[in-house]
C-alpha cells in the first residue's frame, strides 16, 4: 500500500467517525481542514502522510467530543498499524492529535508541535475563525444550550483547561474574546497569519454589528 492509498484509507476512517457529528466538528469540518493542511503542508514542505493523516484524525478522540478518548485513541492506533504505517510515523501523527487543541495551550508548559503539526494546528484554527468560525461557534453554543450573550457576563481570562471547558456561564459571544479572537496571534506559519488577519478583522466586524443591533433593540 502506497502513500496515497495509506492516506484514502485514513480519509474514509475519519469519516465513518466524524459523519454523524453535530457539535461543527463534523466532516465538512474534516474536509476544510485537510484543504487547508495540503495547501500549508506543499509551502512548508511538511511530510505528507504525517500532516494529512494528522488532519484527519485530529477530531476523532479529541475530548470535548468523545466519551472516552483513549479507546479511541486505541482505535486509531491499530487502524493506522493495520494499513502498515511504521511507528514513527504512527508515534508523530498521534502526538499530533493530542497536543494541537486550544485548551492544551492553557497548560502551564503547551506542548511543542513539529513543523507538520503546528501546520495542522493553523489549518484547525483558522477554521474556527472568518465567517465559518463564527457559524461553527453558534452552532456549538446552540447543541450546548449556551447562552447568547448577556453584556453582565465577561469574557473570563487566565483559565486553566478545566475552567475553559466549563460552559455553565458561558456565552457564545465571550467565547470569541475567550479563544477565537486570540488565535490570530497563535498561528504559526506566515500564510496562516495572513489568512487569519482577513478573518479576524470579519470577526470585528460582525461583533461591532450584533452589539450595535442589541443595544438598539433594548
Do not use: C
Amino acid at each position: 500500500m502506497d502513500a496515497e492509498q495509506q492516506i484514502e484509507e485514513i480519509r474514509n476512517f475519519s469519516y465513518k467517525k466524524m459523519v454523524t457529528d453535530h457539535t461543527g466538528h463534523n466532516f465538512d469540518h474534516i474536509k476544510r481542514v485537510v484543504k487547508m493542511a495540503t495547501k500549508l503542508q506543499k509551502e512548508e514542505k511538511t511530510d505528507k502522510i504525517i500532516t494529512i493523516g494528522a488532519a484527519y484524525l485530529h477530531d476523532v478522540a479529541d475530548d470535548k467530543l468523545v466519551s472516552d478518548p483513549p479507546k479511541l485513541e486505541s482505535e486509531i492506533r491499530e487502524f493506522l498499524h493495520g494499513i502498515k504505517l511504521n511507528a514513527e510515523q504512527i508515534e508523530e501523527i498521534m502526538y499530533i492529535t493530542h497536543n494541537l487543541s486550544f485548551s492544551k495551550s492553557l497548560s502551564k508548559n503547551p506542548p511543542k508541535l513539529s513543523l507538520a503539526g503546528q501546520v495542522v494546528q493553523d489549518s484547525d484554527r483558522l477554521d474556527a475563525i472568518g465567517a465559518i468560525g463564527i457559524t461553527r461557534a453558534i452552532y456549538y453554543g446552540g447543541v450546548n444550550s449556551e447562552t447568547i450573550y448577556d453584556p453582565t457576563i465577561k469574557p473570563r481570562e487566565k483559565m486553566n483547561k478545566a475552567q475553559y471547558r466549563n460552559l455553565d456561564n458561558e456565552t457564545i459571544i465571550n467565547h470569541f474574546y475567550e479563544k477565537l479572537l486570540k488565535l490570530t496571534s497563535m498561528m504559526n506559519t506566515t500564510t496562516a497569519k495572513k489568512i487569519a488577519l482577513h478573518r479576524q478583522q470579519f470577526m470585528y466586524e460582525f461583533l461591532n454589528e450584533f452589539k450595535s443591533e442589541w443595544i438598539s433593540e433594548k
